[in-house]
């Protein structure tokens, strides 16, 4: 526990950070219209995509003794890849409607 709070101190800057990043990312995009969503998310995409690329960057570069590191990297890959995947697919089922028949 003490570890937990001395970490916490050390890097209370970065979870300010994190935080706030978090309460404007809500605003920003709970003000968006619902005609934008598609172009939203596709943009959700590309930052998922770099998302994945950064969990398997920090994956190769981490200790194999560390398994709290190697099952966060985990989950981020797997669920970044679902987010990628997910989006591609609703998006090609919304292009799907704009064709002619």
Do not use: C, W
């Not at 916490?8 to 968006?32: A, Q």
Request: aromatic residues 6%; negative net charge.
């Amino acid at each position: 526990m003490e570890q937990i709070l001395e970490l916490i101190s050390n890097h209370r800057e970065m979870i300010y950070f994190v935080v706030l990043s978090i309460f404007v990312g809500i605003e920003v995009i709970g003000g968006v219209p619902t005609v934008l969503h598609t172009p939203l998310m596709s943009g959700a995409n590309a930052i998922h995509g770099v998302v994945i690329v950064g969990a398997i960057y920090v994956m190769l570069n981490v200790d194999a003794d560390n398994v709290v590191a190697l099952a966060l990297g985990t989950l981020a890959v797997l669920l970044g890849t679902l987010n990628v995947v997910g989006g591609f697919v609703v998006t090609d089922r919304m292009l799907e409607m704009f064709k002619k028949k």
